[in-house]
């Protein structure tokens, strides 16, 4: 009987990967966007809400779930718009699908914020945002993606 040998990769392992799942919830011309605690990591950067994609949930379900916890609504999942995956300096990383939201039910509230606000897309580029979402911005205030 052959004796199967324990695959070892030489290579260092690579950052923790984070999947998450971030909603542009679109009024108008406008997306919804929220600014972190200043007792968070990365505080009082600007981003867009969602959250962590939990193991068994799919994209849309985790989204929807963060919604509800995050801003308590009711978020109809709408069509993905982009995906992006970022390096941060520190070591982590993130693997982000942004889906569009054109339908909710529910009042917006921030429960997880320092702020929430309804910003033109043109305007997004004065506002301090999470590394990961800085191309994404670029191309909304382009008029791009939406």
Do not use: C
Not at 76 to 85: D, K, L, N
Not at 132 to 143: E, F, K, V
């Amino acid at each position: 009987m052959e004796e199967v040998q324990p695959n070892h990769d030489s290579r260092p392992a690579g950052p923790a990967l984070r999947f998450v799942a971030a909603a542009l919830i679109v009024r108008g011309g406008e997306v919804l966007i929220g600014q972190r605690r200043p007792d968070q990591p990365m505080a009082l950067l600007w981003e867009f809400p969602g959250g962590k994609i939990e193991a068994g949930e799919s994209p849309e379900q985790a989204l929807a779930r963060e919604l509800d916890e995050e801003l308590g609504i009711r978020a109809t999942i709408g069509p993905h718009v982009t995906h992006i995956r970022h390096n941060y300096r520190h070591g982590g990383a993130v693997d982000l699908q942004f889906f569009a939201v054109h339908e909710f039910a529910g009042e917006i509230v921030g429960r997880i914020y320092h702020q929430v606000r309804w910003v033109r897309l043109e305007d997004l580029s004065g506002y301090d945002f999470l590394a990961a979402d800085r191309g994404l911005i670029r191309d909304l205030a382009a008029g791009k993606l939406l």
